[in-house]
């Protein structure tokens, strides 16, 4: 029974913070004129639009996965304007950024949550540490379930704030480093992107082999901001 309402917490944090991750790619996008994504009915909190764009990548693997594993897998995405794109690459890697920056949001605000709670002694820096466990609290069962939800919320967000970055199409942080690039280099390197399909499967195999050597630092680095005077390697 455990295991399940495991599975069920990590599938609702991976519904609420994906549907915010790509609510807030839809939001940039309007914002810098592009309204793809506000036409479809994505710049929203409502998650019922960005499932029917990808039930199988929002629902059915990441709950099937949850279940299967204790974590789950999934993917999403909201539609843009490749010609609007390519007229303000600008405005696209703002977009691009956008989604991960609402991830981190989440990250800060379940940190904030954690360290608050912790100077109120209803949350306790725990001996170790592991993804989806940051905080215990022995107040009541219900502060043990709230840690339990910040620590998945905290260790969720943060992973999709890190992984999306990493600069890797079709990754939002392989558009976002064109605001390093100048006019004219910003174009080729979009229509390599472009006109590179099979890209995109290299780009994720290759960052999802990599991944694991970046995350262990972030994560135990993040959980030590959290707690000031405990350390954790």
């Known amino acids: 029974m455990e295991h399940v309402v495991d599975a069920i ?4 944090v991976f519904l609420f913070s994906t549907t915010l991750h790509e609510a807030a790619h839809a939001w940039a996008a309007m914002r810098g004129g592009d309204l793809t994504a506000y036409k479809g009915g994505q710049v929203t909190l409502d998650p019922r639009p960005h499932i029917k764009r990808e039930p199988f990548g929002m629902v059915v693997l990441p709950l099937v996965s949850a279940l299967a594993t204790g974590w ?71 502060w043990e379930a709230t840690a339990r939800l910040l620590s998945v919320v905290f260790s969720l967000n943060l992973l999709l704030f890190a992984f999306n970055l990493l600069p890797f199409f079709p990754l939002d942080g392989s558009a976002a480093i064109t605001l390093l690039m100048n006019k004219e280099t910003t174009k080729r390197y979009q229509e390599f992107l472009w006109s590179t399909p099979m890209l995109g499967w290299i ?31």
């Open 9 to 12: 917490t990590y599938f609702v």
């Open 72 to 142: 789950p897998l999934g993917y999403a995405s909201a539609p843009y304007n490749p010609d609007w794109a390519r007229r303000y690459p600008r405005r696209a890697a703002l977009m691009a950024l956008a989604g991960p920056g609402a991830n981190l949001l989440l990250v800060i605000v379940a940190a904030l949550a954690l360290r608050v709670g912790e100077g109120a002694g209803v949350f306790w820096a725990p001996e170790r540490i592991h993804f989806g466990f940051i905080a215990s609290s022995h107040a009541s069962v219900t």
């Open 203 to 233: 780009g994720l195999l290759v960052a999802w082999k990599l991944f694991d050597f970046v995350f262990g630092p972030v994560f135990t680095a993040a959980v030590n901001l959290i707690y000031p005077g405990v350390t954790y390697s």
